[in-house]
Nanobody, 126 residues
């Protein structure tokens, strides 16, 4: 198992940017694909994006394509989510996850991945 801790959430104005971090401990993240989910108030948890073991391959849900970017630094055992051009509908608790598999992250309902963080709140508002 790997322990995951998200950070970097907060309040940002529409059109602004924010970078979330997901710091891992316990095992090297080189063994895992990693990604992000989010859950808005009153809604189901949804897939945001995922990155392969090296970060060389990524995929995103349509609503964030071109605005959000996942990167990972395996030497620092950390993954990032750069969020640009933020919209009020991006407001949610953001969760990072890690799993040995790269497949199926975008299934609905969201998959039962092996490792989850506790979440960090992102609020996009004036």
């Amino acid at each position: 198992q790997v322990q995951l801790v998200e950070s970097g959430g907060g309040l940002v104005q529409p059109g602004g940017s924010l970078r979330l971090s997901c710091a891992a401990s316990g095992r090297t993240i080189r063994m895992y694909c990693m990604g992000w989910f989010r859950q808005a108030p009153g809604k189901e948890r949804e897939f945001v994006g995922a990155a392969s073991w090296s970060g060389g391959r990524t995929y995103y849900t349509d609503s964030v394509k071109g605005r959000f970017t996942i990167s990972r630094d395996n030497n620092k055992n950390t993954m990032y989510l750069q969020m640009n051009s933020l919209k009020p509908e991006d407001t949610a608790v953001y969760y990072c996850a890690a799993d040995p598999s790269y497949e199926g992250w975008d299934q609905n309902p969201y998959p039962q991945l092996q490792n989850w963080g506790q979440g960090t709140l992102v609020t996009v508002s004036e």
